[in-house]
């Protein structure tokens, strides 16, 4: 009897992404044969993507069947997973969400998920989120909603506090704080083991570990830092040497959160290299078109597993695996007890055929706990604003905001970025 599993992936359009999630999906022994139906708005950028995907398919022998539609409702009815990895005209308003605040004297170091930045992601996100959401609940409402996109622990607490549809939240961050971690100590990535807890983008390392021996590597690790490049991750170094932990993600992400974030570049203000997005991307959307006309072998980097855990979580949770996944975007719940309960936190998870369950890793160091209660409440509030349509809330979001140091700048680039908004910004609960 063939795999009844049935995939839904909204945003398959993102060919980067896209690639990914082929590549762990082809290669997962226990997903062979299931149902991929990709979605997107953008007929052309889904054809390619589907090309990639069957190209990829035919070459894995994972025997997928892969459907397209631009009709999100159409390929919802029987899904058991719904990948979301969607945003609108993503780019080109996270430039906005940080020129405007930086025009009016606010200091950002990404723009996206903290700050006015993180704000606006979340007014225009959170709708139509709860579009998908809202078709879930109708045509599979047991399906398990899979998040990748930005911002991550808002989408989480929204669908949690707002919606009876199951959801987690999958970020790569974790594992590029074990590749930081080991370089500074000199070992390879997979000789390190790490658990985290903490906020999206702001977990911290509790435990660093000899994958092998199980031996404890924070003595290395704080012997081996003074020594190390001093413009390797300034900002993530001042708060290991003032909190004793080491936090994730990269002075960017972990900047967002801080008032003085934005002095890990020296205080340049650069924010994200836009410029050197869109190269990556038309060079790799380049690359595509050179595959899919025959010109140009498949590399054989895409001929084996991103080690992204979405494959994973869709393996556990069909064959009641109990998959141990290093870090999951969850509603907290108690998972660390001393952060609010009613908020998106980002702990070790296990999943199996009953669902997504948190790993507690106990209490955050009570300084850390301190540290990111007042991000925390600005996530919430900014969930609240986003969910209600309600530019009062936002107001409110942006005067708790410590990266916020200005109210007559607040008041500005509110008005001004409402306005560039407002056709995405409407209540959704």
Request: glycine share 10%; with cysteine.
């Amino acid at each position: 009897m063939g795999n009844t599993t049935k995939i839904v992936f909204i945003g398959a359009g993102s060919m980067s992404f896209g690639l990914s999630m082929f590549r762990d999906l082809m290669f997962s022994e226990t997903l062979r044969g299931s149902t991929l139906v990709l979605v997107d708005t953008d007929p052309a950028a889904l054809a390619r993507s589907a090309a990639l995907g069957r190209l990829m398919n035919e070459r894995s022998g994972a025997g997928l069947v892969i459907e397209t539609t631009t009709d999100r409702r159409a390929a919802l009815p029987g899904a058991d997973f719904v990948l979301n990895a969607t945003a609108i005209d993503r780019l080109h308003l996270w430039r906005l969400d940080f020129e405007i605040p930086k025009r009016h004297g606010i200091r950002q170091t990404l723009g996206e998920n903290g700050g006015p930045g993180g704000l606006f992601f979340t007014l225009r996100t959170l709708p139509m989120v709860f579009d998908m959401v809202h078709d879930m609940e109708e045509l599979c409402p047991d399906a398990l909603f899979v998040n990748f996109s930005n911002p991550e622990s808002r989408i989480i607490l929204a669908v949690g506090t707002y919606s009876r549809i199951r959801a987690v939240g999958l970020c790569e961050g974790v594992f590029g704080s074990r590749g930081h971690v080991a370089k500074v100590m000199g070992l390879p990535d997979e000789a390190v083991d790490v658990w985290a807890a903490g906020l999206n983008h702001f977990q911290w390392l509790l435990q660093i570990r000899d994958h092998v021996t199980g031996a404890d590597l924070y003595p290395r690790l704080r012997k081996r830092e003074p020594g190390f490049d001093p413009a390797f991750a300034p900002l993530t170094r001042s708060l290991f040497h003032a909190f004793g932990l080491w936090p994730t993600c990269g002075d960017g992400h972990t900047g967002e959160y801080l008032p003085f974030g934005w002095e890990a570049d020296g205080g340049t203000g650069g924010g994200y290299d836009f410029a050197g997005d869109e190269a990556v991307r038309a060079k790799f959307h380049g690359e595509v078109e050179t595959v899919l006309a025959g010109t140009m072998p498949v590399p054989d980097w895409w001929l084996t597993p991103a080690g992204e855990r979405g494959a994973a979580v869709i393996a556990g949770v069909t064959h009641n695996q109990k998959r141990f996944i290093e870090s999951g975007v969850v509603l907290n719940r108690g998972a660390v007890p001393n952060l609010p309960a009613d908020l998106a936190v980002e702990v070790p998870i296990v999943v199996d055929a009953a669902g997504v369950h948190p790993v507690s890793l106990g209490p955050l160091p009570d300084p850390i706990a301190k540290l990111l209660t007042v991000p925390a409440g600005v996530q919430q509030l900014a969930v609240e604003a986003a969910v209600h349509g309600s530019k009062e809330l936002a107001r409110e979001a942006l005067l708790i905001d410590p990266v916020v140091d200005s109210a007559r700048a607040a008041d500005a680039l509110l008005d001004e970025l409402w306005e560039v908004n407002r056709p995405f910004i409407r209540a959704c609960v």
